[in-house]
């Protein structure tokens, strides 16, 4: 293998200027995820009179201490509650990610109770099914915290309704492939959303504080005119002593923690010695200046190698096919000993890069190597002379390669991410097993002035035809693509929408490769006692 040398000067003015530019936009992340937090908190006299810790004060005692947990969908649902990014918290409604209880790596889904007590907020729905998609794929057992109101009657949509229903059947899935549910019903579980207690494995309750029923006493009234209060419908005593609904009777919130972590360590799950990790080396140049490798204009170049020489064990890179479509860079390293495939993009995708990557990509499957994407393109390369070369058909084979893959495929936008490139390059739509985005990234079909420029020529020649070419209307038609394009194409946007799980700060890439690269590892290693069913209540 070949050390990469560092080419970086920190003292440049584009890496000043870009470090400055990546630093705002980590400020910029930090600040909106830190808002669902701070509008959370301001219910805290409330939660204190009722005896309740907050949501992520269940969280952190959840946790064992010391360890790490990767949030995901901290901007999910930004803009979208309400369009003036200043006033929206991001969230969901929900607190999601992986990390240690008892010893056990588990995905863990907590009601964000603090905001709207807990009410599903645009994107919470696909915030879940995306964390039971990881918890699936990953093999991980699934903790939820549960106090919510559920849907929103006052903005219901059918289709949420609809595909709602999506939650409860992964439940039941995530039980049958053998993945422990254990919930915590810390308040409310009505209606439909009963059943993320009920089609649970393991449930505890609190006494005085859980509730659990298909139709509250305002809905049980106005449906059948019978009057009965919360608890005597689904409180904690009722349906641990009569129901048989929960298994568990805690006294407060903490003590329901505590008998969670307490079941996690009794099901002794995954306790398998695992084998050592390779002795490694860090790299030998410093994660600080990936702040300033990027530029913040995507249409600038830049030396993705020079990122590589930051995440990889003592920046060694092998790389494969170096001067065959070299503007598509493949080859092997290793992040704390772990072997990982790499490809990614100096430039747009030619023929050869496209066939290279495909072949990379296959020979990585053949030795059970995990691949990472580190995107960076403009998409594929386009012209009379490529047509000829067959890009449409060594691009299509690249596309097969990486939807067939066999092995673990992590993908991080680390600059443009556009057209059939994003494809090619394991987009969110090719189901990556883990999608990560730096502050800086852009995705999009085209850039905005592509597209502008494509319909002004269009619309030029239809005026043309016409007899007469309004350039005002011309150039007014552009700036609107442009701004629009622009509008959709940041983080801020395809980051609120689950279009990645996480927006990182680039200096953690490393950090949050070797919590994948594990989280991929123990589970191809992982065998759970497949069922036909999910466990049942009695």
């Keep these: 293998m070949a050390i ?4 970086v000067s920190p003292d440049s003015d584009s890496f000043v200027a870009n470090r400055s530019g990546m630093l705002a936009l980590i400020e910029r992340v930090r600040a909106y995820a830190q808002r669902s937090i701070e509008a959370s908190a301001r219910s805290r006299e409330r939660f204190e009179k009722r005896g309740q810790l907050l949501p992520r004060e269940r969280l952190s005692l959840l946790l064992d201490p010391g360890t790490s947990f990767l949030e995901i969908g901290s901007l999910a649902g930004l803009g979208l509650d309400d369009p003036d990014l200043e006033k929206s918290v991001p969230g969901g409604g929900v607190i999601g990610g992986i990390g240690w209880v008892s010893g056990v790596r588990v995905m863990i889904n907590a009601s964000d109770s603090g905001i709207d ?6 994107m919470g729905i696909p915030k879940q099914l995306r964390m039971q998609e990881l918890a699936l794929e990953n093999k991980l057992p699934y903790v939820q915290l549960v106090e919510s109101a559920g849907a929103n009657l006052m903005t219901y949509k059918v289709e949420e309704f609809v595909t709602g229903g999506n939650l409860f059947r992964n439940i039941a899935r995530i039980s049958a492939a053998g993945l422990p549910v254990v919930t915590v019903t810390h308040g409310s579980s009505t209606a439909g959303g009963a059943y993320q207690t009920g089609l649970s494995d393991y449930i505890v309750m609190v006494r005085g504080r859980s509730r659990a029923f298909l139709a509250g006493p305002p809905l049980l009234q106005a449906a059948t005119g019978e009057i009965a209060t919360e608890e005597e419908l689904g409180g904690a005593l009722m349906h641990t002593s009569i129901s048989g609904l929960g298994d568990y009777l805690a006294e407060d919130d903490r003590d329901a923690i505590r008998i969670a972590r307490e079941i996690l360590a009794s099901i002794e799950w995954d306790r398998e010695p695992k084998a050592p990790a390779r002795g490694f080396k860090p790299p030998r140049h410093d994660a600080e200046e990936l702040l300033g490798i990027m530029p913040m204009d995507h249409k600038r170049p830049v030396d993705m190698k020079q990122v590589i020489a930051r995440i990889a064990d003592d920046s060694d890179f092998l790389e494969f096919g170096e001067n065959y479509g070299s503007a598509t860079v493949v080859g092997h390293i290793r992040i704390e000993g ?6 990614t993009n100096n430039g747009p995708i030619d023929p050869a890069g496209a066939s290279k990557a495909t072949h990379f990509i296959q020979a990585c499957c053949q030795s059970n190597t995990p691949l990472l994407y580190l995107s960076n393109t403009t998409g594929f390369m386009v012209g009379k002379a490529y047509e000829e070369a067959g890009i449409v058909k060594h691009g299509s084979k690249m ?10 495929q992590i993908t991080i936008y680390c600059g443009a991410s556009f057209g059939a490139g994003n494809y090619g390059m394991c987009g969110r739509g090719f189901h990556p097993r883990f999608c990560l985005s730096w502050p800086n990234a852009k995705t999009a079909v085209m850039g905005g002035e592509q597209a502008a420029r ?3 020529i269009v619309t030029e020649a239809a005026m043309k035809r016409k007899g007469e070419v309004d350039q005002a209307r011309l150039d007014a038609m552009q700036k609107r693509i442009i701004d629009h394009f622009d509008s959709q194409m940041s983080v801020f946007t395809t980051s609120a929408r689950m279009l990645d799980d996480a927006v990182i700060d680039p200096r953690d890439t490393r950090e949050v490769l070797v919590k994948v690269l594990s989280i991929c590892r123990d589970a191809e290693a992982r065998e759970p006692r497949k ?3 999910s466990v049942a209540r009695p």
């Design 117 to 122: 007590a807990g009410a599903l907020q645009p």
């Design 399 to 408: 596309i097969q390669a990486v939807t067939n893959a066999t092995v673990p």
């Design 454 to 456: 494509t319909m002004a």
């Design 4 to 7: 990469i040398e560092s080419t």
């Design 338 to 343: 772990m072997p990982v495939g790499v490809i």
């Design 531 to 533: 069922m036909q069913f």
